[in-house]
T-cell receptor
Framework: GAGVSQSPSNKVTEKGKDVELRCDPI?????LYWYRQSLGQGLEFLIY????????KSGLPSDRFSAERTGGSVSTLTIQRTQQEDSAVYLC?????????????FGPGTRLTVT | QKEVEQNSGPLSVPEGAIASLNCTYS??????FFWYRQYSGKSPELIMS????GDKEDGRFTAQLNKASQYVSLLIRDSQPSDSATYLC??????????FGTGTRLKVLA
C-alpha cells in the first residue's frame, strides 16, 4: 500500500516568510510524528499526534512553529517568520497508534532552505 | 550524557564480512528498540525492532538487546556494498517518544 507522503519535497524560502509542510500518513495509522534533521545531526522530535490531538508539543523549537491534524489524517507543520536556523529536513512518520511497541514509518521528508 | 549514543564511524568492512553496529542508551525504562537505515539524501527506513533481551534475526540482520547493560546492537552478515548507509538506533522513552541516535556510517568495501 501507499506509504507516508510529504509535500513539497523541497522548499526554498526567504527569511521572514511563512511556510507550510504537509504530511499524509499511511492509511489507518492514528499516530503521526514530526521530526527535524539538520545536517549531521540526529532526528529531533518536534510534535506528535494521536488522532487529531497533540498531547506533546514540547519539541517545537519556538512559538513560530505550529502543527495541526484534521480528520485524523493529513497534518500540516507551519513555520512562521522563518529564520536561517530553520533550514533542515523535516520528516514525518506514522504508526498504527502512539505507544512504545509500534513501529514508525517515515515519509521522504521536506528539505527546507531559508535564504 | 546523550540519551542514545552511537559511534559516528565510518565503520569500514570488506564485502562479505560481518558488520557490527552498536548503540547504548541512558533510560533504564526504555522498552522498545529499533534500527533504521538511512541512505544519503533519503529518509530513514525501518530494518528491525526488538523488545526483549536476546537476539532477533531477520535475513542477514540480527538485532541483539541487553537491557541490563543498556546496549543494543545490529549485526549485518555477508555485508554488501548496497548496505553502505548510515544506521540509526532508536529507543523509546516514556509511553510514546522515540529518541534517535546520530547514526553510524557504514562503508562496505567491494
Amino acid at each position: 500500500g501507499a506509504g507516508v507522503s510529504q509535500s513539497p519535497s523541497n522548499k526554498v524560502t526567504e527569511k521572514g516568510k511563512d511556510v507550510e509542510l504537509r504530511c499524509d500518513p499511511i492509511s489507518g495509522h492514528t499516530a503521526l510524528y514530526w521530526y527535524r534533521q539538520s545536517l549531521g545531526q540526529g532526528l529531533e522530535f518536534l510534535i506528535y499526534f494521536q488522532g487529531n490531538s497533540a498531547p506533546d508539543k514540547s519539541g517545537l523549537p519556538s512559538d513560530r512553529f505550529s502543527a495541526e491534524r484534521t480528520g485524523g489524517s493529513v497534518s500540516t507543520l507551519t513555520i512562521q517568520r522563518t529564520q536561517q536556523e530553520d533550514s533542515a529536513v523535516y520528516l514525518c512518520a506514522s504508526s498504527l497508534s502512539a505507544g512504545v511497541s509500534y513501529e514508525q514509518y517515515f515519509g521522504p521528508g521536506t528539505r527546507l532552505t531559508v535564504t | 550524557q546523550k540519551e542514545v549514543e552511537q559511534n559516528s564511524g565510518p565503520l569500514s568492512v570488506p564485502e562479505g564480512a560481518i558488520a557490527s553496529l552498536n548503540c547504548t542508551y541512558s533510560d533504564r525504562g526504555s522498552q522498545s528498540f529499533f534500527w533504521y537505515r538511512q541512505y544519503s539524501g533519503k529518509s530513514p527506513e525501518l530494518i528491525m525492532s526488538i523488545y526483549s533481551n536476546g537476539d532477533k534475526e531477520d535475513g542477514r540482520f540480527t538485532a541483539q538487546l541487553n537491557k541490563a547493560s543498556q546496549y543494543v546492537s545490529l549485526l549485518i552478515r555477508d555485508s554488501q556494498p548496497s548496505d553502505s548507509a548510515t544506521y540509526l538506533c532508536a529507543v523509546t522513552v516514556g509511553t510514546y517518544k522515540y529518541i534517535f541516535g546520530t547514526g553510524t556510517r557504514l562503508k562496505v568495501l567491494a
